[in-house]
């Protein structure tokens, strides 16, 4: 079983739609991190986040440490926010970082 | 500031020969990590430095790879001899910070390597 676990593993959206996409883990962690990867390749970090919830423009982080859950929420989804986001989670104090497989979001206009 | 330059941007190579691929920093940040990528496993982490030092190379998969950051502005990751399994996406990423991973990550625009 994988540490980091996210689901779905592809989404299909259309415009508009409010978006969740959740990632699970199995470790104890310091904080975690969500990225983006664009259809190009190119890799944004989103957010770092060790408690509670984090916004940015659209974009809305949660987490749950007694859980050990995180959600990535997209407000008014855009067909630009179409691309692969990766949850990462930091083992321990200083552990090493340890990667989901991604979801893959499409979103249509 | 360019951000974090990733050189070459694709490589394609024979099976046996080394390969180098290069890294250049944001200037100022005191953490420098490099990544692969691949359908398979995805993204997993090599190796990170601390001010050119390196931190933890346990991720490197085999001794045939290496990595060195012989100044604060550089950095190479070597593989020799290449297999065609080493084929991947490579990033190489920048960090501000003194914790090395409780901050916001730069990332380059990657390379692209193909061993056949």
């Known amino acids: 079983k994988n540490e980091v676990e996210q689901s779905p593993q592809n989404l299909t959206a259309q415009e508009g739609e409010f978006i969740t996409i959740n990632c699970s883990y199995s470790?104890?962690?310091?904080?975690l991190h969500w990225l983006q990867q664009h259809p190009g390749g190119g890799i944004v970090s989103l957010f770092m986040l060790s408690s509670g919830k984090k916004k940015h423009g659209r974009l809305i982080a949660t987490i749950n440490i007694q859980e050990k859950h995180s959600s990535l929420h997209i407000t008014a989804s855009h067909p630009r926010d179409s691309a692969v986001y990766i949850c990462a989670v930091i083992r321990g104090s200083q552990g090493n970082l340890i990667f989901g497989k991604g979801t893959k979001l499409s979103v249509k206009p | 500031d360019a951000g974090v330059i990733q050189s070459p941007r694709h490589e394609v190579t024979e099976m046996g020969q080394e390969v180098t691929l290069r890294c250049k920093p944001i200037s100022g940040h005191d953490y420098l990590f490099w990544y692969r990528q691949t359908m398979m496993r995805g993204l997993e982490l090599l190796i990170y430095?601390?001010?050119?030092?390196?931190?933890?190379d346990s991720g490197m998969p085999e001794d045939r790879f290496s990595a060195k950051m012989p100044n604060a502005s550089f950095s190479t990751l070597k593989i020799q001899p290449s297999e065609p399994r080493d084929s991947a996406v490579y990033f190489c990423?920048?960090?501000?910070?003194?914790?090395?991973?409780?901050?916001?990550?730069?990332f380059g625009p990657g390379t692209g390597l193909t061993v056949l």
């Open positions: 430095f601390n001010n050119n030092v390196p931190i933890d």
């Open positions: 990423a920048s960090s501000p910070r003194t914790s090395a991973f409780t901050d916001t990550q730069y």
């Open positions: 470790v104890g962690i310091s904080a």
